[in-house]
């Protein structure tokens, strides 16, 4: 019997790939979220680039920091990914989704999986609103049922206003009229499917859009061509095909950071030859 879900939002991530809004967070809660980002980011503004946020957010930002983890922890939280993919979870990744008010940041129709060389398993990202998450200020979108297909994909490195980490975007034709917009409110999340198609469009608003995102991974999931690091959640997951990743102490302490480091590393290698160019 589902925790907190109702079999219809169930459903509906099997059906459509994904399901919105879910309340998980108060109001309260997601403003002292986004007043914990942004006295970080006031507090190292005049520091190296390595050690900003626009740096340390690209990837697993909650190894990194008690307030994130603390997050990807939450009992309700975790309680709603597993009424959807079960009891044993990996915390496979995290990263923030900032546009600020009426720049040109966008993200491009594309699916998750289409890098993520995951086999088997089941993977779903949550995405946390620390604010209002709209049509004016570029809200995800996806399309309905696109997780049941893989659609191709083009890097474009030339896109500065893309906001992936490669630039990825679908080079097939997307039936836009299954669009949907996942309007939030600070405190409540989607969640997605790995291979529904999902984007959103620049920030028109006079306010910052702050999303949080949290890529969940079953212990059966296999990432092929590397040896991998997650943290557990919640259940139980062999060391034997996921190398489990401690969680931090205190903000930034040296275990967090070797831990982190270690995660960029692998994805790096993974996204990146030798030579600096992009995978195929």
């Excluded at 879910?22 to 006295?39: C, D, G, N, P, Y």
């Excluded at 979870?89 to 998750?112: C, E, G, M, T």
């Excluded at 205190?250 to 995978?279: P, Q, S, V």
């Amino acid at each position: 019997m589902p925790k907190v879900l109702k079999s219809q939002q169930i459903l509906m991530l099997e059906r459509d790939g994904y399901v919105a809004p879910i309340s998980v967070f108060s109001k309260q809660e997601a403003e002292a979220f986004r007043t914990a980002l942004e006295a970080f980011e006031a507090s190292v503004k005049n520091e190296p680039k390595e050690e900003t946020l626009a740096t340390l957010a690209r990837f697993k930002p909650h190894l990194l920091f008690t307030w994130l983890d603390n997050i990807c922890h939450d009992p309700n939280l975790l309680d709603i990914i597993e009424d959807l993919i079960g009891p044993d979870l990996l915390i496979y990744s995290s990263a923030f989704f900032i546009k600020n008010s009426n720049d040109q940041a966008y993200v491009p129709w594309h699916q998750d999986s289409i890098y993520a060389d995951f086999k088997g398993g089941k993977q779903v990202r949550a995405w946390v609103a620390f604010t209002h998450s709209n049509a004016s200020n570029g809200c995800m979108r996806v399309i309905k049922g696109s997780h049941k297909k893989q659609f191709k994909h083009i890097d474009d490195p030339s896109d500065k206003n893309n906001i992936l980490f490669r630039k990825e975007k679908i080079s097939e034709n997307v039936d836009e009229r299954l669009a949907a917009d996942l309007i939030l409110r600070p405190g409540e999340m989607s969640v997605h499917h790995y291979g529904v198609i999902h984007g959103s469009e620049p920030n028109f608003s006079n306010d910052r859009r702050i999303g949080f995102a949290i890529a969940f991974v079953t212990p059966d999931t296999i990432a092929t061509g590397r040896n991998e690091t997650a943290m557990l959640a919640r259940g139980y997951a062999s060391e034997k095909d996921w190398a489990l990743e401690p969680r931090p102490l205190a903000d930034r302490d040296n275990n967090a950071r070797i831990a982190h480091a270690r995660a960029m590393k692998i994805r790096e290698g993974h996204f990146y030859n030798t030579n600096g160019r992009a995978l195929e």
